[in-house]
């Protein structure tokens, strides 16, 4: 097979181009040059145009055709579930919406691209549906389930070889393209906005609603607001310490105001001294931490290597660290994370404190 420039451009655009050249060494001088002949130029522009085009028409045409062709699971799965148009139902707000085709009434393969989505689909009692998770879902109900890549770079080769006739992601400018082509590619995906308490809430009532656990999921989200009253209730009855949780260490990151820590600080009852910071995630100055005399500092950083400089000592201030995601990701399990707060900011209380919250749903043990 001749794969030279003819084969590849045309003859006739070949020829072109050798007719170009041809024309440039009749004279010494530069075709482009500045005082050569306005014919002289405009024709050899117009060979060039014509001997290109083809090239860049065809560079075009293989780099929307590795934008469509995904891998065989892409173009099967494309082929068997002919749909029209992806619908976005996304609301204005930071409300649930879908994207895609409208999915089954209740779905029997399920992938989510975040661990709360998973978190939330295990607390609806519905694991069995899960067919695909991210490679940071932790929980107990998923560890066999096969992993289609992060929460930011799913694969989407991955997800399509699940068949799941729904998805459930949060949205992130990481995976936004992604999320995109798996609804133009025919697949239901539930966008969940996420964070916090009220978030929690909504994305429970959502997911339980898309996956017919309707019953499961306003059975959590009254248990759910059951426990964390009880919660400010007991931290209601006390002073209410000023406490600081230390999201990174290098450069020092505190939960300031509107994160999902200086929530959980303000229902156990403490006083966030970083409520004035201007970001959520203040870069703080250690100088002021030390000036701030803190009566409890809360380690939540998540360290590489498990190490950490020590702090320098503060009198009067008292160091705990809380372990794992329970000041990291908001979910089903807020209240288990805002008694693991109440707890680190009241341990004299520590026993008292258990036997309030737990009273609030003995059907489900709080796990520290």
């Known amino acids: 097979m001749n794969n030279g420039p003819m084969a590849l451009m045309g003859a006739p655009r070949c020829k072109a181009l050798i007719r170009l050249a041809r024309c440039k060494r009749a004279s010494s001088e530069p075709i482009f040059a500045r005082g050569a002949s306005h014919r002289r130029r405009r024709l050899a522009l117009h060979i060039l145009l014509v001997a290109m085009l083809p090239a860049t028409l065809s560079i075009s045409c293989l780099d929307q055709e590795a934008a469509t062709s995904l891998d065989e699971n892409a173009v099967n799965w494309k082929h068997e579930h002919s749909k029209p148009e992806p619908k976005d139902e996304r609301p204005s707000s930071a409300e649930p919406y879908m994207m895609g085709p409208s999915p089954e009434a209740n779905p029997s393969r399920v992938v989510t691209l975040s661990p709360a989505m998973t978190d939330i689909v295990a607390a609806l009692e519905a694991s069995e549906l899960l067919v695909g998770v991210t490679r940071f879902c932790d929980h107990p109900s998923a560890r066999s389930v096969p992993r289609i890549g992060g929460f930011l770079d799913p694969s989407l080769e991955a997800v399509l070889a699940t068949r799941p006739n729904l998805v459930i992601a949060e949205p992130s400018p990481g995976n936004r393209e992604s999320v995109k082509r798996l609804a133009e590619l025919g697949i239901p995906v539930l966008v969940v906005p996420h964070g916090g308490v009220a978030g929690a809430r909504t994305a429970i009532s959502a997911v339980g609603s898309r996956i017919g656990r309707h019953d499961e999921a306003r059975a959590l989200v009254a248990s759910f607001d059951a426990a964390l009253e009880t919660i400010k209730e007991a931290a209601s009855d006390r002073d209410p310490p000023r406490a600081a949780i230390i999201y990174g260490r290098d450069p020092l990151v505190l939960a300031g105001p509107g994160s999902f820590g200086d929530e959980l600080l303000s229902l156990a009852g403490g006083e966030n001294i970083a409520r004035s910071a201007g970001t959520p995630y203040p870069a703080y100055p250690l100088e002021l931490l030390i000036s701030q005399q803190p009566d ?65 749903d003995r059907g489900r043990a709080i796990k520290e």
Not at 306 to 312: D, I, N, Q, R, S
């Open 296 to 360: 409890v500092i809360i380690e939540a950083a998540m360290l590489a290597d498990g190490k950490a400089e020590a702090l320098p000592r503060m009198e009067g201030t008292r160091h705990t660290k809380i372990p794992g995601n329970a000041l990291l990701r908001p979910g089903p399990a807020i209240p288990a994370s805002a008694l693991q707060v109440l707890t680190a900011l009241h341990p004299e209380a520590r026993e008292e404190i258990l036997a309030a919250t737990l009273a609030w």
